[in-house]
Nanobody, 119 residues
Framework: QVQLAESGGGLVQAGGSLRLSCAASGPISSTYAMAWFRQALGKERELVATIGWSDSITYYADSVKGRFTISRDNFKNTMFLEMNNLKPDDTAVYYC????????????WGQGTQVTVSS
């Protein structure tokens, strides 16, 4: 089974930028949809952004719209999350996930990467 691994997290000042990567251990089927989630300490997991693996259709949570950009490189089996103008409220563990397009639940998850934004 394909495994996902995030990288790129770290500590950044408010207003700064980070680029997260999600590398798959093998090819991602064109029927999959990919997503970034995040979970702040003491809060529920939140959907941040999604992208279809075979198309360019994207979705963003209102809280990140205009600041974050999701993209993928099919040849490298990697997904990215470009995060600009970061705010302290963006502090969380960020997870990448994948699901079959016709199934609502995400079945593949990475281990998460910590993003901390200082004020």
């Amino acid at each position: 089974q394909v495994q996902l691994a995030e990288s790129g997290g770290g500590l950044v000042q408010a207003g700064g930028s980070l680029r997260l990567s999600c590398a798959a251990s093998g090819p991602i089927s064109s029927t999959y949809a990919m997503a970034w989630f995040r979970q702040a300490l003491g809060k529920e997991r939140e959907l941040v952004a999604t992208i279809g693996w075979s198309d360019s259709i994207t979705y963003y949570a209102d809280s990140v719209k205009g600041r974050f950009t999701i993209s993928r490189d099919n040849f490298k089996n990697t997904m990215f999350l470009e995060m600009n103008n970061l705010k302290p409220d963006d502090t969380a563990v960020y997870y990448c996930a994948a699901r079959q397009s016709f199934v609502p639940e995400y079945s593949l998850w990475g281990q998460g990467t910590q993003v901390t934004v200082s004020s």
